[in-house]
């Protein structure tokens, strides 16, 4: 059940018809052989499409309040900060709230800007909501709680984030269905709201409970879709006992890459952050496994992307090492601070660079990570790559990236020697004309 941003709908007509078609559709719920189709005017859990460019996004008409020059009404004020919500604009939502505009004042189909930043899945924007005050449990049209809205979008991210701020994980909704329910009824058999799923479980929310007008289990739901990872996933954390030693249970978990396992371990108690002889997080455990599914159980529920363990490294630093861009952006989420070092002081990019990770260079420089940052050895990242790599196609690469990400190829070497005099001297012939472009 997707918004579609450019229809409009009369608010009466739209929810006389879906309640209608809901209530036919919905008495006995849906066969593994006659899924009903979503309804493509709007989700059940109450979102509306955003007003379109012949809507109230207009420009205000000249001698208007909200004409260029004139001071913001707080009504206008809270549109402009709803509108900002739709599209994600980041700084145009700071920068009105900061203005006085109100995360929690709705339009006419009660929806708020903190609502619409749950359903969206806009994290940042939920955040700053949320530090600004939200009203956490609000509802909507449908009497829907923001986790509600996010988990039938399989938002696992926000998901978490509101559970760990203390929404209510069990309100049932006017249709009579929960967040677990929205999410497998109304969603996908993908590894996003297999992750949602499993987020859920983590954050203690009721996975047994059947639906008011179907009489469905999270679990019968998943059979009658015909969704088999999200079956699978609700039949571990339903029946899964629970472990002696949960942080043990954890970090085994994670260093075998059951993210299902993760969700039943947190789900009983485990800390987030217990360590192992090594001191190495679950998150740390993972990421070295790149265990991607395990990692997003972790984020989404708060862990520590910068946990150092004995060696000094860190979830964010490993990525480094292992070269996973999929991990990468798991983590990145996580807000993993680019500035902690490893036990030879350097950044990510540097060991990325040296061992030929093209993917993840690239990507980790549009990060705003430091590419010119020297390490105890004296070696920018473009030094590592030339002196320490092979000179063939991988490390050409990398050079090209760091020198159009502004790295600099005049810094030298704890000897004063250049990236560029490294290259003559090993004979990469390739990096010398890149570096003499």
Same mark, same amino acid.
């Given at each position: 059940m997707r918004r579609h941003r450019t229809a409009r709908f009369p608010a009466t007509l739209t929810v006389v018809a879906l309640v209608a078609g809901l209530a036919g559709a919905c008495q006995t719920g849906p066969t593994s052989q006659d899924v009903p189709a979503p309804p493509t005017s709007e989700p059940a859990s109450g979102v509306t499409p955003a007003p379109s460019s012949a809507g109230t996004r207009g420009p205000a008409a000249p001698g208007s309040p909200s004409a260029a020059g004139a001071t913001p009404t707080q009504a206008e004020l809270d549109e402009r900060l709803r509108r900002a919500a739709w599209d994600d604009d980041r700084a145009a939502f700071a920068r009105l709230v900061r203005r006085g505009a109100?995360?929690?004042?709705?339009?006419?189909?009660?929806?708020?800007?903190?609502?619409?930043a749950a359903s969206e899945g806009h994290l940042d924007l939920l955040r700053l909501a949320l530090r600004h005050g939200a009203s956490i449990d609000?509802?909507?049209?449908?009497?829907? @709680?923001? +986790?509600?809205? %996010?988990?039938? $979008? !399989?938002?696992?991210?926000?998901?978490?984030? /509101?559970?760990?701020?203390?929404?209510?994980?069990?309100?049932?909704?006017?249709?009579?269905?929960q967040a677990v329910h929205e999410a497998v009824w109304l969603g996908r058999d993908t590894s996003a709201y297999a992750t949602t799923v499993r987020v859920l479980a983590a954050g203690?929310?009721?996975?047994?409970?059947?639906?008011?007008?179907?009489?469905? @289990?999270? +679990?019968?739901? %998943?059979?009658? $879709? !015909?969704?088999?990872?999200?079956?699978?996933? /609700?039949?571990?954390?339903?029946?899964?006992?629970?472990?002696?030693?949960?942080?043990?249970?954890?970090?085994r978990a994670a260093r075998e890459g059951d993210a299902d396992a993760v969700a039943v371990a947190l789900r009983a108690g485990a800390d987030i952050e217990a360590r192992d002889a090594r001191r190495r997080t679950a998150l740390l455990l993972a990421v070295t496994g790149d265990h991607v599914e395990a990692a997003r159980v972790l984020v989404?529920?708060?862990?520590?992307?910068?946990?150092?363990?004995?060696?000094?490294?860190?979830?964010?630093?490993?990525?480094?090492?292992?070269?996973?861009?999929?991990m990468l952006e798991v983590l990145l989420p996580a807000r993993p601070d680019l500035t902690i070092v490893n036990r030879f002081g350097g950044v990510s990019v540097i060991p990325a660079s040296e061992r030929g990770h093209v993917d993840y260079v690239r990507r980790v420089v549009r990060t705003g990570i430091d590419v010119d940052h020297v390490n105890d050895l004296g070696w920018t990242a473009l030094l590592e790559a030339v002196i320490l790599g092979d000179g063939g196609p991988a490390h050409q690469e990398i050079v090209r990236i760091l020198l159009d990400a502004g790295a600099d190829p005049a810094v030298p070497d704890a000897d004063g020697v250049t990236a560029l005099q490294h290259a003559e001297r090993r004979g990469h012939r390739a990096i010398v004309r890149i570096l003499r472009r």
């Open positions: 109100n995360v929690d004042a709705k339009d006419e189909t009660r929806q708020s800007a903190y609502l619409v609000d509802k909507d049209s449908w009497n829907g @709680t923001a +986790l509600i809205r %996010a988990a039938e $979008r !399989g938002h696992a991210l926000v998901v978490g984030e /509101l559970l760990r701020a203390g929404i209510d994980r069990d309100h049932v909704n006017r249709i009579g269905y203690g929310a009721r996975l047994t409970d059947r639906s008011r007008r179907e009489g469905l @289990t999270p +679990l019968e739901m %998943a059979g009658r $879709r !015909g969704f088999d990872r999200l079956e699978r996933t /609700l039949r571990t954390v339903t029946t899964a006992q629970q472990p002696a030693d949960a942080d043990r249970a954890l970090l989404a529920m708060g862990a520590d992307p910068d946990a150092l363990d004995d060696r000094h490294d860190t979830p964010w630093l490993v990525t480094g090492v292992t070269g996973s861009v999929a």
